[in-house]
């Protein structure tokens, strides 16, 4: 009997190569799903199914090679094998950040990616390169002289031997998922709960499927879809509290988008010395609303989400932002209702008009202008952050902009200061860094504090122009600063352990709602930034009640005060959903059974209202829709050019 040599088998035969190649995937893929992602793994058979997952379709996707003959199979091999390992590795560097997975939809944002910079290199590590090794390994066994290359095409049944195994091994992957977990590719808004069960592959498969779904649902949405979507928002909608409606009527509405602010800055001490002493004192303001139950309901499009739901109370998309793959819907915003009402709208940021498609989206919301960077003066270094023009240069080189605009008016300032890596010249710096080992969450009291201090300026030149007296400001955090990969180091700053439930209450981004003659109050009420639209209009004495709107008034007493969030989870006064678990608000712990049953209701509330907006928002749902007494609006009217007037 001929005896094998095991480096003909290994290197010189086409499937020696290709298990090798195999091998190394699933080793390095195991490798870093188990160290690079938190995952929440428990049990041992999520530990099984987190071995065992990136083996089947490490299988069925470097087994494309077998389709080709000669030397272009070792070519795809190589091709695909490269590619696969760049996912992967793409993967671990957005997580860093996002604590979340990369979405087909999060690809088109490369127009982003330019204006990033330092951002993205402080998410690099040293070890990185380790990602790569195994890829050097098969590119030499492709391109070397020293190992013979099998010309020959690969047998159809050993080729459909190869294959069928590797289904077999994602089907009992599937199988044995679907028992720990049920429904797990219907029910789930959660990524990662995806890439736990399935591993990154099969999610990234999965991910191109729900992304082609979404995109086909405008061709095949009719008007006989809004049926429904009406009736849910006629039952949603909260009647105005007579308090306040009309309190600021005929104001001019500024908000204040303030970058990464999270809550638990509000009336924190620094060694002894407050962070935000402006923001603190307006919290406490006789004429401003301070809303300390707030949260932020982003997703993968964090900053543009937020003002998605700003302009809409419809939420942001599961995947990507809505700002790119949706900048020409029809909506009914905010600058579009407004304008029935004589308002000029208007945003200003220090930013390019491409960041975000805010230049294309901003037209179909219906703003009268938009001055970005090319309205302000750039060119002096030391006032630029990574972003875009620093606060403090913003709101000055603003002031005269906002003069031009006819009163009242609807504007949007967006800062930039305060944004990850919160790096600060420190001649700007008038706070210490933290001390807790970890950068980001160290500089981060130093560009709130330089925030903090910009938007002071602001209200002082409100005041010197006198246009603070007939003003609504409202100022909102965007989308949590630091993520839960920095929980070790929030430990510290808070002083407490950060369980799961600790980690949701820092999703509380700050809300200040100042208008001048209200009586003020810290109101304990929850919501989240879908409630702010009909928060707003009612304030200036505009009902919302025949828009399509998923949020409701925070000041009625008809509020909704179930706080859903993007990937299906959501906080209430009694109970918090958080990665498929319930827990009692009061005492941070698991609810006990007699809770279950009410828990389980709100998540289905919650489910088919995510649900009933992403149907709006991917079926363009408003174009069948009209509502009374509203001019539709017409983006090509609109062209934001160096005089910031639309045409």
């Given at each position: 009997m001929k005896r094998i040599n095991k480096k003909d088998f290994l290197v010189n035969n086409f499937i020696g190569i290709y298990f090798l190649a195999v091998l190394m995937l699933w080793v390095k893929t195991y490798i870093t799903q188990t160290t690079q992602f938190d995952l929440g793994v428990e049990g041992i058979l999520q530990q099984f199914l987190l071995f065992i997952n990136p083996l089947g379709s490490a299988m069925l996707?470097?087994?494309?090679?077998?389709?080709?003959?000669?030397?272009?199979?070792?070519?795809?091999?190589?091709?695909?094998?490269?590619?696969?390992?760049?996912?992967?590795?793409?993967?671990?560097?957005?997580y860093r950040f996002f604590s979340d997975f990369i979405t087909l939809p999060t690809i088109f944002q490369t127009q982003n990616f330019g204006d990033l910079g330092g951002s993205v290199l402080s998410l690099l590590k040293p070890y990185d390169l380790l990602f790569f090794v195994d890829v050097f390994v098969i590119v030499y066994l492709r391109f070397s002289n020293k190992i013979q290359k099998q010309t020959s095409r690969f047998g159809k049944k050993q080729t459909v031997t190869v294959m069928a195994f590797a289904l077999l091994v994602s089907i009992v992957n599937l199988g044995l998922a679907e028992v720990d977990r049920p429904q797990l590719l219907t029910r789930g808004f959660d990524r990662n709960y995806i890439v736990k069960y399935l591993g990154m592959y099969n999610y990234t498969m999965y991910d191109a499927v729900e992304t082609i779904k979404a995109s086909s649902q405008r061709a095949l949405a009719d008007s006989d879809d809004m049926t429904e979507v009406i009736n849910y928002a006629k039952s949603n909608y909260a009647e105005p509290n007579l308090e306040y409606f009309g309190a600021a009527?005929?104001?001019?509405?500024?908000?204040?988008?303030?970058?990464?602010?999270?809550?638990?800055?509000?009336?924190?001490?620094?060694?002894?010395?407050?962070?935000?002493?402006?923001?603190?004192?307006?919290?406490?303001?006789?004429?401003?609303?301070?809303?300390?139950?707030?949260?932020?309901?982003?997703?993968?499009?964090?900053?543009?989400?937020?003002?998605?739901?700003?302009?809409?109370?419809?939420?942001?998309?599961?995947?990507?932002?809505?700002?790119?793959?949706?900048?020409?819907?029809?909506?009914?915003?905010?600058?579009?209702?407004?304008?029935?009402?004589?308002?000029?709208?208007a945003v200003f940021h220090g930013n390019g008009g491409t960041f975000w498609n805010r230049n294309t989206i901003y037209k179909s919301f219906g703003y009268d202008k938009f001055f970005d960077a090319n309205f302000y003066d750039t060119s002096v270094p030391e006032d630029m952050a990574e972003y875009g023009l620093l606060d403090k240069p913003f709101f000055e080189q603003s002031a005269s902009l906002l003069n031009t605009l006819p009163q009242p008016f609807y504007t949007k300032f967006i800062t930039v200061g305060h944004h990850y890596p919160y790096k600060l010249n420190q001649d700007?710096?008038?706070?210490?860094?933290?001390?807790?080992?970890?950068?980001?969450?160290?500089?981060?009291?130093q560009t709130a504090r330089y925030a903090d201090e910009a938007i002071e300026q602001f209200f002082t030149q409100l005041k010197e122009s006198g246009l603070y007296e007939n003003s609504m400001i409202v100022l909102y955090g965007d989308?949590?600063?630091?993520?839960?990969?920095?929980?070790?180091?929030?430990?510290?700053?808070?002083g407490k352990e950060i369980t799961p439930y600790e980690s949701t209450n820092l999703q509380r981004v700050p809300l200040f709602i100042h208008v001048p003659g209200m009586e003020g109050e810290i109101n304990h009420t929850y919501g989240g930034q879908i409630d702010l639209l009909?928060?707003?209009?009612?304030?200036?004495?505009?009902?919302?009640?025949?828009?399509?709107?998923?949020g409701s008034d925070l000041l009625s007493e008809e509020h909704n005060d179930i706080v859903p969030f993007r990937n299906g989870g959501f906080v209430s006064p009694t109970i918090y959903s958080i990665d498929e678990k319930y827990y009692d608000n009061k005492t941070g712990l698991l609810i006990d059974e007699s809770q279950l049953e009410l828990a389980e209701a709100i998540k289905n509330e919650v489910d088919y209202k995510l649900q009933l907006s992403d149907q709006v928002v991917n079926g363009d749902l408003l174009r069948f829709y009209m509502p009374t007494e509203y001019t539709p609006v017409d983006p090509s009217k609109y062209n934001y050019n160096k005089d910031g007037e639309s045409e």
């Open positions: 996707f470097l087994g494309i090679a077998f389709l080709f003959k000669g030397k272009r199979k070792y070519t795809s091999l190589v091709v695909m094998y490269a590619l696969i390992s760049f996912i992967l590795y793409a993967n671990v560097v957005y009527q005929g104001m001019n509405v500024i908000y204040l988008h303030l970058e990464s602010m999270q809550n638990f800055i509000i009336d924190y001490k620094l060694n002894g010395e407050e962070v935000t002493p402006f923001l603190n004192s307006l919290s406490k303001d006789p004429n401003t609303l301070y809303f300390d139950n707030f949260f932020h309901q982003t997703a993968q499009g964090k900053t543009s989400d937020a003002e998605f739901m700003l302009e809409n109370s419809l939420y942001g998309l599961p995947q990507g932002s809505a700002f790119i793959t949706k900048g020409q819907n029809t909506y009914q915003a905010a600058p579009g209702i407004l304008k029935d009402h004589g308002y000029t709208s700007l710096a008038t706070i210490e860094k933290g001390n807790t080992g970890d950068a980001s969450v160290d500089n981060y009291f989308h949590y600063g630091i993520s839960e990969n920095h929980n070790k180091a929030m430990e510290q700053v808070l009909p928060t707003v209009l009612h304030l200036l004495g505009i009902d919302s009640q025949n828009f399509i709107q998923f």
